[in-house]
């Protein structure tokens, strides 16, 4: 964040004006969103990060003059669960998903709680002992992916990496 990699990611947003984030954690990519114009419904299930979101948000709203921004509700969902696509998402006018560096927060139990679907992307449980987070960041962007297709519209991923590029090359 304090790179620029979130103002960078929303550059490319340019054109779409509302946005659906899902795993908006503790709000650092949904403020830049804001910030840039775009209106964002925020998505997470775990009502700590949603809470810390929130809060950074209004923080940042109070001290903003310079011009107008976009608009934020928040929403705290599971994206993968059937009623959030089959109730909430048709009544949304959303023009792209965004599902940036989605973590876990901590939970040790999210990999149990989600195993059907890591298993249905092709993970093992080797591959999730190995890498929890690699396989659980991997199993919520391609569900991000699932739901475009879906509801036809454009997905911007960025998955979790646990080492710089730089140090792969």
Not at 32 to 43: Q, S, Y
Not at 125 to 142: F, H, I, R, S, W
């Amino acid at each position: 964040f304090e790179q620029g990699d979130y103002e960078w990611l929303a550059d490319q947003l340019h054109g779409f004006t509302t946005i659906l984030e899902l795993g908006c954690g503790t709000g650092q990519s949904t403020q830049v969103l804001i910030e840039k114009g775009h209106n964002v419904i925020a998505v997470d299930k775990n009502s700590q990060c949603l809470d810390l979101a929130e809060n950074k948000v209004q923080d940042f709203l109070k001290n903003w003059v310079d011009r107008k921004i976009g608009e934020v509700r928040f929403l705290e969902a599971d994206y993968t669960d059937e009623s959030f696509i089959d109730q909430f998402l048709p009544q949304q006018s959303i023009d792209i998903i965004a599902c940036w560096n989605v973590g876990t927060a901590g939970d040790a139990n999210v990999l149990v709680e989600y195993r059907e679907l890591w298993e249905f992307f092709g993970y093992s449980v080797e591959d999730a002992e190995k890498n929890p987070a690699g396989v659980y960041n991997q199993t919520m962007c391609l569900c991000a992916c699932l739901l475009g297709k879906k509801f036809a519209m454009p997905v911007n991923i960025v998955f979790r990496s646990p080492s710089n590029i730089s140090d792969e090359i």
